[in-house]
């Protein structure tokens, strides 16, 4: 069998396309990564509002189940001031399911996260489980979340506020 010059120059198209889908779902998965581990760090060394540019873009949308953010600005209170409320947390992810279109594509995830409550409230861990989602753009800085999301599960443990949640 031989082959055109056309059959060689669309295998390698196929093949730049296919090397590009690999390239973008490895830096996706770059990108959860450091979210979900930023999540956990993000203040280690006290409160920092430079990380937020890392994983989302200027007009970005989060829905959580303690509330909606819209646009990056005040996005590290936003996550700091959830986080504040534990002495410590441990977020751990799996299952990512990536789904590309070009420029833009979508991202869900499962998460499990305890959140070990501060000495003094008595209470000693809050698990829960769930999922993330949303739209993933690309942007000169590479891929960014636009619009995210996290999905409450399953919760056990004193909350918060210290009550169970429901």
């Not at 059959?7 to 396309?17: H, S």
């Not at 581990?37 to 189940?65: C, R």
């Not at 303690?66 to 990056?72: D, K, L, P, Y």
């Amino acid at each position: 069998m031989t082959l055109t010059i056309e059959d060689l120059a669309a295998e390698l198209a196929a093949l730049r396309a296919r090397v590009q889908e690999l390239t973008d779902g490895a830096e996706i998965s770059a990108l959860i990564n450091r979210y979900v581990t930023l999540l956990d760090t993000q203040d280690e060394h006290g409160y920092d509002e430079t990380w937020p540019p890392t994983v989302f873009t200027d007009d970005a949308v989060l829905h959580f189940p303690i509330g909606t953010h819209r646009g990056i600005d005040g996005v590290a209170r936003f996550h700091y001031e959830a986080k504040a409320k534990f002495d410590r947390t441990l977020h751990l992810s799996a299952n990512h399911v990536i789904s590309l279109d070009g420029d833009r594509g979508t991202v869900r995830f499962h998460v499990v996260a305890t959140h070990v409550h501060h000495r003094e409230a008595g209470a000693a861990l809050f698990d829960i489980g769930g999922h993330y989602g949303g739209v993933v753009v690309r942007t000169p800085q590479g891929w960014r979340f636009q619009e995210w999301s996290f999905n409450l599960t399953w919760a056990d443990g004193p909350g918060p506020d210290g009550t169970p949640v429901q």
